[in-house]
């Protein structure tokens, strides 16, 4: 078992910067791939970004492609997902999930942390 726990969450102008942090604990961080979903209001679950057990591979979204950038520190048992130049559409509730590289989802989530993008 792998928990989660996600944090960084809140309001924030468009043009803003956010930084998303999920502690791990539990099995070994280090062998997991981590990664960020975001459901909007109405909408289904959503992929955002993704990263390997090492760091070393990403994948990101379309829609957040050179805007966020996720990293990890295993040392920490953290994943962070840095989010820049915020749009309103970036308004979701963001979940940390851990157990698969790519856009499909892992097995564990955590509970979320909102984001709210607005003037």
């Known amino acids: 078992q792998v928990q989660l726990v996600e944090s960084g969450g809140g309001l924030v102008q468009p043009g803003g910067s956010l930084r998303l942090s999920c502690a791990a604990s539990g099995r070994t961080f280090g062998n997991y791939a981590m990664g960020w979903f975001r459901q909007a209001p109405g909408k289904e679950r959503e992929f955002v970004a993704t990263?390997?057990?090492?760091?070393?591979?990403?994948y990101y979204a379309d829609s957040v492609k050179g805007r966020f950038t996720i990293s990890r520190d295993n040392a920490k048992n953290t994943v962070y997902l840095q989010m820049n130049s915020l749009k309103p559409e970036d308004t979701a509730l963001y979940y940390c999930n851990a157990g698969r590289l790519g856009p499909r989802p892992g097995d564990y989530w955590g509970q979320g942390t909102q984001v709210t993008v607005s003037s």
């Open positions: 990263i390997s057990w090492s760091g070393s591979v990403t």
